[in-house]
């Protein structure tokens, strides 16, 4: 079993910044990749972000140049740094913890508010 902690989320204005934190504890060493994902009111839940134990990331579309994630294998923890935040970037955001054999581990969701 794998559990996951998040934090970070909160309200802020269009333009403004947050970071995302998810803390990794229990059998880590199944994990080959983590993630952010994001769930909007009547959409589909959505990649937002993931990186791989060797370092490769890769972005939905509507977030790159804006989002960045980073993980620390040391601290098992990933985080996701949330620049020009837009209206459309409101959600809830899920840490995912992915492994080669059998389902994913989800966090409990944080949720980001981007408003005036």
């Known amino acids: 079993q794998v559990q996951l902690v998040e934090s970070g989320g909160g309200l802020v204005q269009p333009g403004g910044s947050l970071r995302l934190s998810c803390a990794a504890s229990?059998?880590?060493?199944?994990?080959?990749?983590m993630g952010w994902y994001r769930q909007a009111p009547g959409k589909q839940r959505e990649l937002v972000a993931r990186?791989?134990?060797?370092?490769?990331?890769n972005y939905v579309d509507s977030v790159k140049g804006r989002f960045t994630i980073s993980r620390d294998n040391a601290k098992n923890t990933v985080a996701l740094q949330m620049n020009s935040l837009k209206p459309e970037d409101t959600a809830v955001y899920y840490c995912n913890a992915a492994r080669l054999v059998g389902a994913a581990y989800w966090g409990q969701g944080t949720q980001v508010t981007v408003s005036s």
């Open positions: 229990g059998s880590i060493s199944s994990i080959y990749a």
């Open positions: 990186i791989t134990n060797g370092g490769g990331t």
